[in-house]
T-cell receptor, first 115, second 112 residues
Framework: GAVVSQHPSWVICKSGTSVKIECRSL??????MFWYRQFPKQSLMLMAT?????????EQGVEKDKFLINHASLTLSTLTVTSAHPEDSSFYIC???????????FGPGTRLTVL | GNSVTQMEGPVTLSEEAFLTINCTYT??????LFWYVQYPGEGLQLLLK?????DKGSNKGFEATYRKETTSFHLEKGSVQVSDSAVYFC???????????FGDGTTLTVKP
């Protein structure tokens, strides 16, 4: 089946540093990927839609300059949290639109902790 | 806009009990409907889906039927196991593809 990986699975960083999270579709090409944020015991909050070769579309309230998204190839999208602060600590999950256009395949998530 | 409403949790059941998690939706057109499962510390996994009215999605003993007349997609399992303990998300994707809409999730705990 369609597999999506994320790296790293967890990261701890100091306040003010930047962190890059990678999302890869391993056995299929994904022109569209999605980035979500999930708070404890809550649902997924869509942050942005990433389209290969074009700028990401951010949801209302998400700072595009803080959460930089790059989708440079059909199998890789990256999310960079710039100048991270403790309130950015969260579980970040990516998904890729699979070969069937109505189905998303999710990565395992990245736990970010900002000290 | 589209919306998904899920049965509030948490739900606690004994092993081998019958499970129902209700899900209703609001959408224009004919969306595809999904159930995802999230185990602790992990991302979401697609559990089952249905793409048109009266379709039944099934996987690992779980079932859900796309009911357009009641705009529902309730998840059922006849006999739950401890290993089914997880958070379950109902979701829809509209006819114009693009982003999905998720329910708030329902936490299921199955006790031996």
């Amino acid at each position: 089946g369609a597999v999506v990986s994320q790296h790293p699975s967890w990261v701890i960083c100091k306040s003010g540093t930047s962190v890059k999270i990678e999302c890869r579709s391993l056995d299929f090409q994904a022109t569209t990927m999605f980035w979500y944020r999930q708070f404890p015991k809550q649902s997924l909050m869509l942050m942005a839609t990433s389209n290969e070769g074009s700028k990401a579309t951010y949801e209302q309230g998400v700072e595009k300059d803080k959460f930089l998204i790059n989708h440079a190839s059909l199998t890789l999208s990256t999310l960079t949290v710039t100048s991270a602060h403790p309130e950015d600590s969260s579980f970040y999950i990516c998904s890729a639109q699979g070969p069937e256009a109505d189905t998303q395949y999710f990565g395992p998530g990245t736990r970010l902790t900002v000290l | 806009g589209n919306s998904v409403t899920q049965m509030e949790g948490p739900v606690t059941l004994s092993e081998e009990a019958f499970l129902t998690i209700n899900c209703t939706y609001t959408a224009t057109g004919y969306p595809s409907l999904f159930w995802y499962v999230q185990y602790p510390g992990e991302g979401l996994q697609l559990l089952l889906k249905a793409t048109k009215a009266d379709d039944k999605g099934s996987n690992k003993g779980f079932e859900a039927t796309y009911r357009k007349e009641t705009t529902s997609f309730h998840l059922e399992k006849g006999s739950v196991q401890v290993s089914d303990s997880a958070v379950y998300f109902c979701a829809l994707k509209g006819t114009n593809a693009g982003k999905s809409t998720f329910g708030d999730g329902t936490t299921l705990t199955v006790k031996p």
